[in-house]
């Protein structure tokens, strides 16, 4: 049985059938297509269905390689810091940050916009390309998804502490009768955002573990612990494979995925409302939902290479996340680089076409006032980086890649500061403006919410399978009925 | 080696769901006990230092709440009676009651009698007697019968809702000036909505009437 | 059910600022304290009879508090109601009680209502029954109720360093008595602070008489006297001026910042306001020749720079011209011209500013300020004789105070001579008398020093007996204002440390029968019980004002001669002015934390004072950087400026408009003993203070010192970037177009296609533009009441930007300070603030280098505009800010979770957020912290820090909180309310007057917000906008109305009048300043002008509706 | 254990390939049985034509869930704002279904999600942690690679022997096993 061997050694092939191609064909045959427009395979190597759970599941049943506990160790001593300075903020006030009188947001929203938008990539990939039918997004899916909770997670802490008495805000914003028969204001953007956040939250939560259970259930089946064993079999529901069951599954899954993609793209837009809905010069935009969703999705692949490739390299997955994967994903950050860079500079265009002179000074106080070097750090990163995704060498540098997607994050909490920061630090009335400078305090936490989000993601490769291993199989030859390769004779 | 799970496990998700529908309600019931009673204290009834009756002296002596609560009408605290309102008749009725000796020793002294509060607002609500007995709210709305209490309790809830009721609708509590000490009365006839109309009753309902 | 259920207690809004003062004095932490602090078992022993008085002088005894923290246990608390065992009479609790009263400063005084509740004041208002006031004070009256919470005061007596009871005080004072008596006064030596008191005067002179060899020596560091001293002269007699502004057309200034730190600066804003405010011809027209840039010259019309020994040569300038229009020749237009060789001046200038002056005759007059010479004053005082000011614009009137011995150098003389005792009554000469005359030494030469002292300070440490003085408000007393009218001085409560008044100590040294200071005042006012109630009532003594001398008394000549004596000193190297603190005075406020961050205003700095520079001064020492923030933070070089052998270091301020070759330095800071409030807030800048020269040094040195420092300032922004926020025209501008202002920025340029408002709605004036949606006062109509609609109106053109109200609103709505670290870092909690802004033409010819150190100035009041559609209520997701249906702007505290994103979306920058618990923690006042990135102040400890409700000297100073307002929590929003306590005090007085009737609107003034209350300029009116009828609605209804940011639509109930200047045409031209600076910069950032048709916007529309027959006229 | 019970659950079949249960299924359905499933590591394509299963219902749950959670937030929203206390906020209408409209938009997508999860779990008869199936030791294989047909004893067709020479026979299957109940 392949379930002994290694996962680093290739496991043993189904049937010894020839490559389908020859590794460099010398001319064109008739009836054979040319090279350049076959698809690559999305898993390599011809690996058997087998090998593919042993691969995945092999990486949380045994013990974690070396490098793990260290690296849990400081992402999770990292995140007691963020917690540590969480609790140190709610007991002594709001004032430990660096806010004040025009700026009453600075980090808070901007880690906040900042992780929303890196959770967007995991639902997005899963949900939008399961319904354009993009097979390669199933070597991906799983752990973008799980990154877009933990996103979420880091992102909710922000809106949750930033505000002045938090004891007060669960109550206040939760619609419950009580006795003051005050209710909560359904028209702030920001009570649009607790429901969009939850929400995406939730329904990310549901469609990520609806696609685990089936995974779930292997686990289950090839635990050999009593923990394990009940663990992953209370998740697993009673998950046995049976194809009515499968019926209902793949039904629901499709209509997750439906309800998903107008969720990414109202979560986001509805963040940007926060802005968009305001009065302040350089936040009233009507740009902002389909800049921020631009954006968003931008962040997101970018964070999504960020983890993948290390993670690939790590448990050598080259087979399962390949180079085309990379690719394909520069692609989309190259095209969502590209509106985003567009939207910057429709916003100055319109800044100077509405002729509203508070606007255009909002903009131009952005590139040349006193915070012009973050809006150049922005325009670097998020304008002219993506563009050298042109290039198909650098596309597939996984090096290359996963440095750009560093940049790209930077880029986008970057832009994020911008928006908040260079809008209100100086608005209307000149004798109110002033300077935001972080604290101590500020940044710290922000390092800290890498912590959090480390530590889940740790977690969540030490625990769950970091790749959708029914989902991966479904995409191989050999899960087609009608494929040589699916044991179909004759008929080829 | 068997199954993980036994046979009864199957039972689970109808007991999950039947322990949700009973948490639910249990974490309702909670709230609505702890959240939305908060400042009502209604059947509180603290032990007062002298066994004041307000059935006796309201009721059966017909007394006036405003005799000793005589600051209601021009403030916004309604006071309680100072040692020498209560001495201007105990110095000649019961003069010797040992029920009264706080009384007497608090007159003499000059030490206040520690009454127990039961009526309490909270400290951001300002509320105003004077403009509520000024304008035909009775104390019978807030602070129930009164004049029957032995001994006094929380007879009302004071919960912002409470205060509502009133300010959304006074056509149904109000009533002439005159009758507002007069906790027994009884509407026959008087006209709430024109009253409301013509006297301009018009009781705020946003953040500002009361806080502030 | 007999038991309440176990709740969890509410975590409070703010914390409670007092609970039962019965409770209070049951706590042993309390009586510890009280233990401590009174040790000598003084007047307040919480026990027994004592316990009853204290109940009864501050019997808050019902205002429970919430006790506790959320953090307490479960089940609420029991609390007691104590009713009076005896009810005093006519007492109503709840009620608050008004007592007029009134706070001498200076030989003059403020006449006061203080607002009293349960006992203790907690609100200072001007007395509007006074005849020489309309119920307007200054910033300093404000803040002196802080002064009387203050636990930093000095709350006990002591001789030699310890502690001793009240009296041993009283053996000492009548013992020394009895020795003096004896030797008639030999040895003995009174050093007092300036006062009118009548009553002191008798005593005085009763001292003189049975001490007659004893002295009797005044002393003030900011003397105010110099302009009664040249009036001396002019008129021949001991007499003082009495300045009616109202009556000026024409002011000129020399270096008098009259409407800012001069004496009874509140009286002149008045004054001035009253001629600013017609906006017609009878405008009138201020001249200013300065050297600091101040707010006097910040309102002129036209301002001179000069460094301040070359005023005198402006004003010699500017005499000899005007001599010469009057036809007057001789002794004084020779030595006019002598004085005036060398003037900066251009010459056109004098003579055009001259020309205006006498053409003007009978209301033009000429004000010099304290810091300049006497032959200034002279001057001054004989171009009013010329100019014919006296009657319409001054008059002379007897002096209020008595002559003294001398002054601190005739003290210090009298010292060196060998004194036995010397007795200071206030003051605080050790730190602020004259450097050179080393004062503390001298006085060391005494035998005893008995001082009388609210504070323990530097002079507490040189007496043998220090005495705790009381404050006004626990002190009777009387005093005069400036009219010479007779005020008494009230108290409201027992004095809290049982201290002395300067009257007493006084009658106990003389021996008298009756030493109560009551006692005394009744022997100065009479016997007559009527007069004295109604004396005490009204606060004044009617037709006691002070008469005018008889203008034929004056003699020019006697001027012309005294002025030939005068020598004033020739300006050389660079001049050092030190001038009086806008914020601490003298140093007498230095422990007073609302005058310590009350941003001045001029430079909004905070908590300390800086060494003001022109940006060429800054050139020419090297300092390149100008006075920009850096990371928000303004980190200022260190100068060191040197004046012969002494020299003081302080951080830099580069101010625009400021005299080239000067250096201006705030008194008053600095101190070594204060309290914990003033601890370590500035520099001392009395060792340049000296005998021979006082408030003007020259020959100073200076030099950048290494090191930076850092300084608060409430306003980094100073220009308008050409923003019509200030909306301002020229007089003559105004009349070709009254309503220019409404036909400024983007609401005047809507697109043709947007419709406006058919109907008015009645409550705003201007059209609006029609909304997608009717707003919800409309829509919905029992949103909105029809009998109130609150609005205010605010005429830029008389508001001089005086910060009184700034404190008015402080002290009426319990507005924490947060200290200069919290004000550096832009955390400051003023609900108002003053926003000022300069503005200079780069086109423009000036008279001196550069257009930019020439600005204009313009201060706008800025606080929460009421917007009827406020974006600040729509973004609040708990509904904790929404609309009243009065059309206030609502903020429910307890509501508030604190997202501020309310702050956020107010356009205009007026919400404020408690970022800690300022009012539970200690901040750390002035002192510092250096960076932004790293803090470790008191409030950045939290929890660890020190709970202020826990301490309990604090339970004294939460005794100032209004009870009317709630005392915010951190993390809650707060802003501006329109004082709506007051609004519904006043609401709720009506219905209980009118009970069961339909008349509940509120007459017409029957609210006044405290700023408009304090305001001495008038410049702020509140009202129902429902009422056409009403102040308001016809201010709302004048062309000059505008809305700042109308083009947001959100339709402010506050509305700003425009400013009107009103330059002399000559110098305009000289200037080239045909029109403000402010629009100048309008017109050049938008292309437009406000006096030429363009686009659609209201004032048009207004055009089509009422202007159109005009048209057809033209 | 089950053993001690006489009664089985019904025969296990097993497959090698996807191509070999597809087979098998179809046979299945053609002879007739009703109680029978199929059991995948993966979804086969295909296999819900060779079984004959229906349509998924699971979208009417979604149906359902989504239109309530669009009347709820509307609903709510009105009532809150507007009808139990309406406050004047922001010079704004009470109750506009635009400012109501994000909410109740997310209040649908959640609502039918929710719907969609518990009508999957509701259609499946999941969660069922108990499964005869479960406990017999090839069938684990079922989540890796093993491909199974079961047709239960309830199966008004089935008949023990009988059953099982079709599955060997007719079906091809690799190994037939009784699973006990």
């Known amino acids: 049985m392949a379930a002994t061997a290694p996962i680093a050694v290739p496991g043993p092939v189904v049937k010894p059938l020839p490559q389908p191609h020859a590794p460099k064909p010398a001319a064109l045959k008739v009836g054979e297509a040319p090279r350049e427009l076959e698809r690559q395979p999305l898993v390599l190597n011809n690996r058997s269905i087998g090998w593919i759970t042993d691969a995945i599941a092999g990486i949380c049943e045994k013990p974690m390689p070396k490098w793990w506990w260290p690296a849990f160790i400081v992402s999770a001593g990292i995140m007691s810091m963020m917690f540590a300075l969480i609790t140190y903020l709610i007991s002594t006030g709001v004032g430990v940050w660096g806010l004040n009188q025009p700026a009453g947001w600075a980090w808070d929203i901007t880690n906040f916009v900042f992780w929303i938008g890196i959770g967007h990539a995991g639902t997005l990939i899963s949900a939008v390309l399961f319904l354009f039918r993009q097979k390669w997004r199933t070597s991906i899916n799983r752990s973008a998804e799980a990154m877009t909770l933990f996103a979420v997670a880091c992102a909710g802490i922000f809106p949750v502490v930033h505000v002045g008495r938090i004891w007060f805000a669960p109550i206040f914003l939760a619609p419950i009768p009580n006795a003051n028969t005050v209710w909560p204001q359904f028209k702030s953007p920001l009570l649009w955002d607790v429901f969009a956040i939850s929400t995406y939250g939730t329904v990310s939560l549901l469609f990520w573990y609806t696609g685990l259970v089936p995974d779930l259930a292997t686990l289950r089946d090839r635990a050999t612990g009593k923990i394990r064993k009940i663990a992953y079999g209370f998740f697993a529901l009673g998950w046995t494979g049976s194809n009515r069951h499968w019926s209902n599954y793949e039904k629901a899954y499709l209509i997750l995925a439906g309800l998903s993609t107008p969720l990414v793209l109202s979560v986001h837009s509805i963040v940007s409302f926060d802005f968009a809905v305001s009065v302040v010069p350089g936040w009233h935009t009507t740009i902002f939902p389909p800049y921020f969703v631009a954006g968003a999705i931008f962040s997101g692949f970018g964070m999504v290479l960020t983890l993948l490739i290390p993670l690939r390299a790590l448990f050598k997955l080259h087979d399962i996340v390949t180079t085309r994967h990379l690719e394909l994903m520069c692609k989309v950050i190259l095209a969502t680089g590209s509106i985003v860079g567009y939207a910057y500079g429709m916003e100055f265009f319109i800044a100077w076409y509405g002729g509203s002179p508070y606007e255009l000074y909002a903009f131009k106080n952005r590139a040349f006032g006193p915070y012009w070097w973050a809006y150049w750090t922005m325009i670097s990163c998020n304008v002219i980086s993506p563009h050298f995704f042109w290039f198909q060498k650098l596309r597939t540098s996984a090096l290359f890649v996963w440095c750009a997607s560093i940049v790209v994050n930077i880029g986008m909490w970057f832009e994020r500061f911008v928006i908040i920061v260079t809008s209100l630090h100086q608005d209307y009335l000149p004798s109110s403006w002033g300077y935001f400078t972080p604290s101590w305090v500020d940044v710290f936490t922000f390092v800290g919410s890498f912590g959090l989000f480390m530590t889940l993601f740790l977690l969540f490769i030490r625990f769950l399978p970091a790749i959708a291993i029914s989902e991966v199989k479904g995409v191989t030859p050999q899960a087609d009925p009608h494929h040589p390769l699916g044991g179909a004779k004759g008929h080829h | ?212 | ?1114 | 254990m089950s053993a001690s019970t006489n009664t089985s659950y019904g025969l296990l079949a097993s497959f090698e390939t996807p191509a070999d249960i597809m087979d098998a299924a179809i046979k299945c359905r053609d002879a007739g049985f009703t109680k029978w499933d199929v059991f995948t590591p993966f979804p086969i394509h295909g296999m819900d034509a060779a079984m004959g299963v229906k349509k998924s219902q699971v979208g009417w749950f979604t149906f359902a869930g989504g239109f309530t959670g669009f009347f709820t937030g509307m609903t709510m929203i009105w009532f809150m704002n507007s009808h139990d206390y309406g406050l004047v906020v922001g010079g704004k209408p009470l109750f506009t279904p635009l400012y109501a409209f994000p909410v109740s938009y997310e209040l649908t997508i959640l609502f039918g999600s929710f719907a969609t999860l518990f009508g999957l779990l509701f259609l499946n008869r999941l969660p069922r942690l108990h499964h005869p199936l479960l406990a017999v030791k090839n069938f684990k294989k079922a989540t890796d690679d093993g491909y199974f047909l079961c047709i239960e004893a309830g199966d008004p067709k089935y008949a023990p022997e009988v059953t099982r020479t079709f599955l060997v026979e007719q079906c091809h299957a690799r190994l037939v096993e009784t699973v006990e109940d």
């Not at chain 3, 609302?594 to 908590?607: C, G, R, S």
């Not at chain 3, 008349?999 to 129902?1024: K, L, S, Y």
Request: hydrophobic residues 35%.
């Open chain 2, 1 to 212: 080696m068997s199954d993980i799970f036994p046979k009864w496990t199957n039972k689970l998700p109808l007991m999950a769901g039947i322990a949700a529908v009973v948490v639910g309600l249990t974490v309702t019931a909670g709230i609505t006990y702890y959240f939305t009673p908060k400042y009502t204290r209604v059947g509180y009834q603290p032990k007062q230092p002298v066994a004041f009756s307000h059935a006796i002296h309201a009721d059966q002596l017909g007394m006036d709440c405003r005799y000793c609560h005589s600051a209601v009408e021009k403030s916004w605290f309604s006071n309680i009676p100072s040692s020498g309102t209560c001495m201007n008749c105990h110095s000649q009725v019961k003069k010797d009651s040992d029920k009264l000796q706080l009384v007497r020793d608090s007159f003499a002294s000059g030490q206040p009698i520690p009454w127990i509060q039961i009526h309490k607002t909270p400290d951001y609500v300002y509320f105003n007697h004077s403009v509520h007995v000024n304008r035909g709210i009775s104390c019978v709305h807030c602070h129930g019968q009164i004049n029957k209490m032995d001994e006094v309790y929380h007879a009302k809830s004071h919960s912002m809702a409470f205060c509502l009721e009133c300010h959304r609708e006074p056509e149904k509590f109000i009533r002439p000036n005159e009758l507002v000490t007069k906790l027994d009365w009884v509407n026959e006839g008087f006209d709430g909505k024109k009253a409301v109309h013509d006297w301009k009753v018009q009781p705020g309902q946003s953040c500002s009437t009361c806080h502030r």
């Open chain 3, 1 to 1114: 059910m007999k038991t309440i259920p176990p709740l969890c207690p509410e975590p409070e809004v703010g914390p409670k600022y007092w609970r039962s003062l019965d409770q209070l004095a049951d706590q042993p932490e309390f009586r510890h304290w009280m233990e401590r602090e009174f040790p000598a078992g003084a007047s307040l022993a919480p026990e027994g009879e004592s316990r009853r008085d204290w109940i009864k002088l501050m019997s808050a005894s019902f205002m429970l508090a919430g006790v506790g923290s959320f953090v307490g246990g479960c089940r609420r608390p029991e609390e007691t109601l104590t009713p009076f065992a005896k009810q005093p009479e006519g007492y109503v609790h709840g009620k608050p009680q008004h007592y007029a009263t009134s706070m001498p400063v200076r030989g003059s005084a403020v006449a006061l209502v203080a607002k009293s509740y349960e006992g203790r004041p907690v609100k200072l208002e001007g007395n509007s029954l006074h005849p020489d006031a309309n119920g307007g004070t200054d910033h300093f009256a404000q803040a002196a109720l802080l002064n009387l919470y203050d636990p930093d005061r000095a709350y006990r007596h002591t001789q030699a360093g310890s502690d001793v009871k009240v009296e041993v005080v009283r053996d000492l004072l009548s013992a020394s008595g009895k020795k003096f008596a004896a030797n008639g006064g030999e040895g003995l030596a009174f050093l007092t602070e300036r006062s009118g008191s009548p009553t002191r005067n008798r005593l005085q002179d009763e001292i003189a008489k049975k001490f007659p060899k004893s002295k009797w020596f005044v002393y003030e560091p900011v003397d105010f006297s110099a302009c009664g001293r040249a009036l001396s002269v002019l008129f021949g007699a001991d007499v003082q001026p009495h300045h009616r502004l109202e009556g000026a057309r024409r002011i000129l200034a020399l270096d008098c910042d009259f409407i800012g730190t001069e004496q009874d600066a509140h009286r002149n804003i008045r004054g001035f306001a009253k001629g600013r405010r017609s906006s017609d011809d009878q405008m009138n027209r201020l001249y200013a020749v300065e050297s600091l840039m101040t707010l006097t010259g910040g309102n002129a019309d036209h301002r001179l720079r000069v460094r301040p020994t070359d005023v005198v040569k402006v004003a010699a300038q500017i005499g000899v011209a005007v001599l010469a229009k009057a036809g007057i020749s001789g002794e004084l237009a020779g030595t006019l011209q002598q004085l005036a060789a060398g003037s900066p001046a251009s010459a056109a200038w004098a003579q055009a500013c001259a020309a205006d002056l006498f053409q003007n005759k009978g209301a033009a007059v000429v004000l010099a300020g304290y810091t300049q010479p006497a032959a200034v004053h002279l001057i001054a005082q004989a171009l009013n004789a010329v100019l014919g000011a006296f009657g319409p614009a001054l008059v002379a009137i007897k002096s209020s105070e008595n002559r003294a011995d001398g002054s601190i150098s005739e003290c210090v003389a009298a010292l060196k001579a060998g004194l036995d005792t010397l007795i200071i009554l206030g003051g605080n000469p050790a730190y602020n008398a004259p450097v050179d005359l080393e004062f503390a030494a001298a006085a060391k030469k005494a035998k005893n020093v008995v001082r009388l002292g609210y504070y323990e300070d530097e002079t507490a440490k040189l007496a043998s007996v220090h005495v705790a003085a009381a404050h006004f408000l626990e002190s009777w007393g009387d005093a005069r204002t400036g009219d010479g009218t007779w005020v008494p001085v009230q108290p409201l409560i027992e004095p809290l440390f049982g201290g002395f008044t300067e009257i007493e100590l006084i009658a106990r040294l003389l021996g008298l029968d009756k030493v109560s200071p009551l006692d005394l005042v009744r022997g100065t006012f009479g016997t007559d019980d009527a007069a004295w109630r109604k004396f005490l009532h009204d606060g004044h003594l009617a037709g006691s004002a002070a008469k005018p001398l008889d203008f034929s008394a004056a003699d020019l000549a006697r001027v012309a001669q005294a002025l030939a004596a005068e020598k004033p000193v020739a300006g050389s190297g660079y001049d050092v002015v030190l001038a009086r603190a806008s914020s601490v005075d003298d140093g007498r406020y230095n422990n007073n934390g609302w005058l310590q961050e009350v941003p001045d205003p001029i430079t909004k700095v905070t908590w300390e004072n800086v060494i003001l520079i022109s940006p060429t001064t800054a050139k020419e020492l090297g300092i390149s950087e100008s006075a920009n923030a850096k990371d928000g933070q303004y980190r200022q070089h260190l100068l060191k400026i040197t004046v012969g052998s002494r020299s003081v270091q302080g951080p830099v301020w580069v101010q625009p408009g400021f005299a080239d070759h000067t250096f201006g330095l705030a008194l008053g800071y600095g101190r070594t003993e204060t309290g914990r409030v003033g601890r370590g807030s500035g520099f001392d800048a009395y060792p340049l203070y000296l005998d021979g020269s006082r408030h003007v040094a020259t020959g100073a040195k200076a030099e950048v010192v290494p090191g930076r420092h850092l300084v608060a300032v409430t306003q980094e922004h100073g220009l308008m970037e050409g923003r019509p926020i200030v909306r301002e025209a020229n007089l003559e501008q105004f009349k070709t177009k009254p309503d220019f202002a409404k036909n400024m920025d983007l609401e005047s340029h809507l697109p043709h296609y947007v419709p406006f408002k058919e109907k008015p709605d009645g409550r705003n004036v201007d059209p609006r533009p029609q909304n997608i949606y009717e707003h919800p006062y409309d829509q919905n109509p029992s949103t909105a009441s029809k009998i109130h609609q609150w609005g205010m109106v605010l005429d830029l053109g008389s508001c001089v930007g005086c910060n009184a109200c700034v404190l008015a609103c402080q002290s009426e709505n319990n507005i924490p300070i947060v200290g200069k670290d919290q004000v550096a870092r832009g955390r400051e909690m003023h609900w108002m603030r003053i926003d000022r802004y300069y503005s200079h033409d780069p086109e423009a010819v000036v008279t001196s280098e550069t257009a930019a150190n020439d600005p204009q100035m313009a201060v706008q009041p800025m606080f929460c505009q009421h917007c009827e559609s406020a974006p600040c209520e729509s973004v609040c997701p708990v509904n904790a800010t929404v609309h009243d249906e009065e059309g206030l702007n609502v903020m429910a505290y307890n509501r508030c979770i604190g997202t501020r994103y309310c702050a956020n979306n107010c356009p205009f920058k007026v919400r404020r957020f408690n970022f800690f618990d300022y009012n539970k923690r200690e901040t750390d006042y002035a002192g510092a912290q250096s960076q932004h990135f790293f803090n470790y102040g008191n409030l950045y400890k939290g929890p660890a820090g020190v709970n202020r409700n826990e301490a309990p000297e604090w339970e004294i100073i939460k005794l100032v909180k209004n009870p009317d307002v709630t005392v915010r929590m951190r993390g809650v929003m707060e802003k501006c309310t329109f004082c709506v306590q007051r609004v519904e005090q006043a609401k709720i007085a009506q219905k209980v007057k009118v009970g069961n009737s339909g008349d509940v609107a509120v007459p017409d003034g029957g609210v006044r917000t405290a700023c408009q209350q304090v305001c001495p300029a008038e410049a702020i009116t509140f009202g129902n906008i429902l009422d056409p009828d009403s102040a308001v609605s016809k201010l709302k209804r004048l062309p000059r109305n505008y809305s700042v940011l109308g083009f947001l639509d959100i339709r402010p109930r506050v509305t700003y009048l425009a400013r009107i200047r009103n330059p002399n045409p000559e110098i305009a031209k000289i200037e080239g300043r045909t029109q403000p600076d402010t629009l100048r910069d309008y017109e050049r950032f938008r292309h437009e002008s406000p006096f030429e048709t363009h686009g659609h916007g209201p004032a048009h529309e207004e055009k089509h509706a009422a202007v159109v027959p005009q048209k057809g006229a033209a």
